[in-house]
């Protein structure tokens, strides 16, 4: 259950890490980056550092998700996913692709919840 729950969370990072390379491809972006306003939003260095701790979740989730004893693993997987589920709905999409991606990174985040409420204590697992 572990290295599925890392692999999700391994999944979930790379679809938030191509949607964005990906939209370095829209027509535009760059110049708005130049600009410091993208999509209307004012790049600060205060939305930079959210950004990246947003980031980092996943990635923290990974190493977390092989590393936690059975009981706090399976519930800081729960939070964690809810968590970034709420944060991505909080920014709705502006196109097809970005909501393409967002289904994409959605359906990552239900798929963590559901397997991690289905992980249960096993001998295998009782001293991790």
């Known amino acids: 259950m572990r290295t ?6 391994v999944y979930v990072l790379m679809n938030i890490i191509i949607k964005d390379i990906h939209d370095l491809f829209r027509p535009g972006l760059l110049k708005e980056m130049q600009n410091g306003i993208v999509n209307g939003n004012t ?22 998700s ?3 004893p059975y009981k706090s693993n399976k519930w800081l ?5 809810n968590l970034s589920i709420l944060i991505l709905f909080m920014n709705p999409p502006n196109d097809l692709d970005d909501g393409f991606f967002l289904i994409m990174t959605t359906v990552g985040l239900i798929a ?4 991690a409420f289905k ?10």
């Open 4 to 9: 599925k729950l890392s692999f999700l969370w």
């Open 43 to 64: 790049i600060t260095e205060e939305l930079m550092l959210i950004g990246g701790i947003l980031l980092e979740l996943p990635i923290l989730m990974i190493v977390l």
């Open 66 to 68: 092989q590393l936690l």
């Open 77 to 81: 997987n729960v939070c964690a996913a």
């Open 112 to 115: 963590i919840t559901v397997f």
């Open 119 to 128: 992980y249960y204590k096993t001998t295998s697992n009782t001293n991790k």
